[in-house]
């Protein structure tokens, strides 16, 4: 039943029907409707399922797809001037806007009801991390920077070797392939995955607390929105030759994936087949989205910023000019080690807090209606990544 309704509407569409369907099914249920959880859980233990080995065998095959050191310095180079740059404007145009809105004056925070305790650690320790010491443990518990690091290390190793390296080539390159298969046998569970994503949501939310939020919310959908349809548009015209409707157009399936999951590495797979379906070349794809799934947030940079901001204009610790710099640091460097998972955002914030000397209240309230937030968050991080690679490409590419 389900594969005719995705053939009969496309994937995307059916995917949007799923959502439209747990909104209404959460709105009609009410808090009953948690009883569809278990449809969205297997959809995300699905999509999880295929992260690990999709993450180090495409980021293994992108390095070796580069065929010289020097060539990937050249794509390495560019990628991540690319995210230290779109990342750097989300939070800039973050900053400004809370800055002008100020939606914290007024506002009380109480320390109570704390977030759920997972604590981000400190900088020092998040750099210790990113050499796994065993690589096995890396990948038991998903620990995807790690993962990245040594994914980089092994391809290049790969690119070094002599010709006796090619089985383990081959055997990247089909697992990578593999993988995207299985992740169109996934999608076609996804419209039922998002029923069970959704539906809980909304049944279980009151929305009279979005309410006392509402300028602080309005400040970080306002800048999501400017900078997913003004500022990342801009900078894909400027070193890309595609349109930008067209190619935001036929990315459906990845934004609808990121709004319902509110996980960039979920969406992972989905988005590698929509960039190969986009004509981006592998060699860009499987190098600039999996790595962007876990370091590229731009999204989450604005987002950390603006809450930062907010925290100190409502316990009246206006912050200096200086001080917003240091937010403006941390905050890229919190959205880096922030992983592609739901409210990983709002975790490495206490990091950004920490810096500049302020206290940790109102999280439990932010908690509280963070998925929303996040929803919109992710589909702005996944969209970074995809222009990411429109823009790695360059001037020379004609796709869509
Ligand atoms: N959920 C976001 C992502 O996966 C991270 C965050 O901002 O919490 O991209």
Redesign the pocket.
Same mark, same amino acid.
């Given at each position: 039943m389900i594969t005719r309704v995705i053939r009969f509407l496309g994937t995307a569409q059916a995917i949007f029907l799923g959502i439209v369907t747990g909104v209404l099914l959460g709105w009609l249920m009410g808090p009953i409707s948690a009883c569809l959880r278990p449809l969205g859980d297997i959809f995300i233990s699905l999509l999880k399922l295929i992260i690990v080995p999709l993450i180090f065998s495409s980021i293994v095959v992108g390095v070796h797809r580069t065929g010289s050191m020097a060539r990937l310095g050249k794509i390495g180079g560019r990628t991540l001037l690319y995210y230290l740059i779109t990342t750097g404007l989300a939070m800039l145009l973050g900053l400004i806007l809370v800055n002008l809105i100020r939606p914290g004056v007024g506002v009380h925070l109480s320390h109570e009801a704390a977030p759920p305790a997972s604590h981000a650690g400190s900088f020092q320790g998040f750099l210790g991390r990113l050499i796994p010491q065993n690589i096995f443990q890396a990948f038991a518990e998903m620990n995807i920077l790690p993962i990245i690091v040594f994914a980089v290390m092994f391809g290049i190793a790969l690119l070094t070797a002599n010709r006796s390296a090619k089985p383990l080539v081959d055997l990247m390159r089909s697992t990578e392939e593999v993988f995207l298969v299985f992740t169109r046998g996934v999608m076609a569970y996804a419209p039922i995955g998002v029923i069970g994503l959704i539906a809980p949501l909304v049944g279980t939310f009151g929305f009279d607390i979005f309410l006392s939020f509402d300028k602080f919310i309005l400040v970080v959908l306002g800048g999501l929105l400017i900078h997913a349809c003004v500022v990342l548009p801009l900078v894909m015209k400027l070193f890309s030759n595609r349109s930008v409707t067209a190619y935001a157009r036929s990315l459906q399936k990845p934004f609808l994936t990121a709004f319902a999951t509110?996980? &960039?590495?979920a969406t992972l797979p989905i988005s590698m087949e929509a960039a190969r379906e986009n004509g981006i070349s592998d060699e860009t794809a499987s190098f600039v989205l999996p790595l962007g799934a876990t370091i590229n947030?731009d999204?989450?940079a604005l987002?950390e910023a603006v809450v930062a901001v907010f925290i100190a204009q409502a316990v009246d610790m206006p912050l200096t000019l200086g001080q917003q710099g240091i937010v403006f640091i941390t905050a890229m460097l919190a959205s880096i080690g922030?992983a592609?998972?739901? &409210?990983?955002?709002?975790l490495t914030l206490l990091l950004v807090l920490e810096a500049v000397g302020l206290p940790a209240v109102g999280l439990g309230i932010l908690f509280a209606i963070d998925r929303p937030l996040?929803m919109c968050?992710?589909t702005v991080?996944v969209w970074g990544d995809q222009v990411g690679c429109a823009v790695v490409e360059g001037k020379n590419n004609h796709g869509k």
């Open positions: 509110a996980s &960039s590495s947030m999204g989450t987002y922030a592609g998972i739901p &409210s990983a955002g709002l996040d968050r992710t991080n």
